[in-house]
């Protein structure tokens, strides 16, 4: 097989098992400070047990994290070396800061999981939860403005093939840096929250400990509010990003909707096939001068089509799936949870009904999916450039051999590491009741 095609795949699968760890590592501190705080502030064991035992299992991603995350970094150099020699120098210093601020957050994650009930103060301990939030977050920032730079390039000058006159500051802070950072972590904390919204539901429909009912019906409660929120501020994320698009990138635009022609009251396009012989689009769904609108709020505003791009510098039109997909799921996700909290708030029909739980189940799975695509869309959108503008993929890849067998090798990899650490982390609660947890913790309250 072509080496450019499998240095694509192994990064493309790489990448697409470290955001489950990575998207997890960023929202879980979020959703076990919450739970503290509410703990502390309602007096409410049950609330400090749910940051306990999120905390617990939240320690079994970050050690894959590390593994996959280690790995992007040993690739880059290993599959796109031209990509390296070309901006290696300018991505430095993101990448040193993505490194400090994970041991910034694992130093302080230690600290959180091995203090519990070593304070007298019952907000210290709470505290130290804000500098793991912080160093996640960051984490994201740094490694998401790595990923910006390479589809706005800035901060340098490109004198004889090579980058000069560097400002690193400059090339971080690049044109996409703030809308895309605001999207991975609002998308993190939302994905985060349905994940833990997804188990509880599971665990009020097949609960083998009946005690446990109540707290999973809190946990279920709180993650459900947070989930909406963020959900929320997703949607924000993703208007930004089209109207950043229609300024910066109108070529990933135009793809991302089967926009051919150049046009005014441009047409929103969901789900459909293509014929691109043709230009023709099929089957679809379109809302007349949505996407106009969604790139300036303005439903006269002129949309470029692709064929304004020469068409060996234009994404692949498969993004278009991506897309919808990725709507598709998030605003799921947004239903599910409105309904949710509309049902908590009116107090008319119980929010805890079988359907609704099932359907609640389900946002987990699809809020991650959700994540995944947007990453292929993302990528894929961003081609045939590696670093947009100045390098294409097909120059930047590897001429080695055996690429293929180093596939396999890293598909077994993740494979062991997938398998290994859900069967940890399935283990770890499965037979562990919530309510123990309590518990103990009340007896240590009567022990103080």
Same mark, same amino acid.
């Given at each position: ?138 984490? *994201?920032?740094? @490694?998401?403005?790595?990923? =910006? $730079?390479?589809?706005?390039? !800035?901060?340098?000058?490109?004198? /004889? %093939? ?121 089957? *679809?769904?379109? @809302?007349?001068?949505?996407? =106009? $609108?969604?790139?300036?709020? !303005?439903?006269?505003?002129?949309? /470029? %089509? ?143």
């Amino acid at each position: 097989m072509d080496a450019v095609v499998v240095s694509r795949l192994l990064t493309a699968m790489t990448l697409g098992f470290h955001i489950i760890f990575a998207t997890i590592g960023v929202g879980i501190p979020l959703m076990f400070a919450i739970a503290e705080f509410i703990g502390i502030k309602k007096n409410n064991p049950m609330y400090i047990a749910m940051a306990k035992r999120w905390s617990k299992g939240y320690t079994i991603t970050v050690a894959v994290g590390v593994v996959t995350g280690t790995i992007i970094g040993l690739q880059l150099s290993l599959l796109w070396p031209s990509f390296m020699q070309l901006g290696g120098q300018v991505i430095a210093l993101p990448l040193f800061m993505e490194t400090f601020a994970f041991f910034f957050e694992a130093i302080f994650l230690s600290i959180y999981l091995y203090t519990w009930d070593r304070f007298k103060g019952k907000w210290t301990h709470f505290l130290i939860t804000l500098p793991v939030i912080i160093g996640g977050t960051f984490s *994201a920032f740094f @490694i998401t403005s790595v990923n =910006s $730079f390479m589809n706005t390039p !800035n901060g340098f000058d490109f004198i /004889k %093939g090579k980058l000069m006159n560097i400002d690193p500051i400059a090339a971080m802070f690049n044109a996409s840096f703030a809308v895309r950072s605001f999207h991975v972590v609002a998308t993190a904390f939302m994905t985060a929250a349905f994940i833990l919204a997804s188990i509880a539901a599971y665990r009020l429909i097949k609960n083998k400990f009946n005690d446990d009912r109540e707290y999973h019906k809190k946990a279920l409660k709180l993650t459900m509010t947070v989930g909406l929120i963020a959900s929320l501020l997703a949607m924000l994320a993703g208007d930004m990003s089209a109207k950043f698009l229609h300024q910066e990138q109108p070529e990933k635009l135009a793809a991302m909707e089967w926009h051919f022609e150049s046009e005014s009251k441009a047409d929103l396009v969901l789900f459909g096939y293509v014929d691109e012989k043709n230009q023709e689009v099929k089957g *679809a769904i379109k @809302i007349p001068g949505a996407l =106009s $609108f969604l790139s300036d709020n !303005n439903f006269n505003t002129e949309v /470029k %089509g692709l064929n304004e791009f020469k068409k060996d510098e234009t994404p692949p039109l498969i993004i278009h799936y991506f897309f919808d997909l990725m709507v598709f799921f998030g605003v799921y996700c947004f239903i599910v949870s409105a309904i949710f909290v509309v049902l908590k708030w009116t107090k008319k029909w119980s929010q805890y009904n079988k359907p609704l739980l099932y359907l609640a189940v389900l946002t987990g799975p699809l809020a991650m999916l959700a994540i995944e695509f947007g990453w292929f869309l993302a990528e894929m959108g961003r081609q045939p450039w590696i670093l947009r503008g100045y390098l294409k993929v097909a120059d930047a890849a590897t001429n080695a051999d055996g690429l293929s067998l180093v596939f396999i090798a890293f598909a077994i990899l993740y494979l062991v590491l997938g398998i290994s650490s859900s069967y940890v982390l399935i283990r770890m609660f499965s037979h562990s009741k919530a309510t123990d947890d309590v518990n103990k913790i009340i007896e240590r309250k009567g022990e103080v």
